[in-house]
């Protein structure tokens, strides 16, 4: 199943994760309950 980039970043914000850093075309979102990082790849 794909996911695009927007549809994703809404699914982790509603689980509690939070943007940390944006480096080129990836995004790094932190969840500091769970300790866990999700990186997000937006390419075109």
């Not at 080129?24 to 790849?41: E, M, R």
């Amino acid at each position: 199943m794909n996911l695009s980039p927007k549809h994703l970043i809404k699914i982790l914000e509603q689980y509690g994760f939070t943007f940390k850093r944006s480096k080129g075309s990836h995004q790094l979102y932190y969840n500091p309950t769970t300790n866990k990082t999700v990186i997000v790849p937006i390419h075109g």
